[in-house]
């Protein structure tokens, strides 16, 4: 895949400058991802992606979680990071849970396979 536009599914491709930072193998880099960007960066990512969630899902509900096309699991990933952005748009206002540190000492042992 060495194209970008083959990165996402065909009719996702707009959503590809968020792959670097927002479509990662787990929880924790999710959570690093929302905790080291600004809000501004935060509000780009959730303003894209929010408009698209329930049409990703969509396509992603019709393949296995065990077995997504590398495009469809990116997608995936992305949906996963949006989750991420909405705390901090919809619950925060701000990219870390006030008062809280980062890194904290919360470690998953398990998550949602295969994107724990």
Not at 18 to 39: C, G, I, P
Not at 65 to 73: G, I, T
Not at 87 to 109: D, W
Request: include cysteine; proline fraction near 8%.
């Amino acid at each position: 895949m060495t194209e970008q536009s083959s990165l996402l599914p065909k009719g996702f491709e707009e959503l590809t400058p968020f792959l670097n930072k927002w479509a990662t193998a787990t929880s924790a880099e999710r959570l690093a991802a929302r905790v080291t960007s600004s809000m501004e960066e935060i509000r780009e990512f959730y303003d894209a992606v929010l408009p698209r969630a329930d049409e990703a899902m969509t396509l992603i509900d019709e393949y296995s979680l065990d077995n997504l096309p590398e495009d469809v699991a990116r997608l995936c990933q992305l949906v996963l990071g949006l989750c991420q952005a909405a705390m901090a748009v919809e619950v925060h206002n701000n990219p870390r849970v006030p008062n809280t540190p980062f890194p904290n000492g919360i470690s998953l042992l398990k998550g949602t396979a295969p994107f724990g």
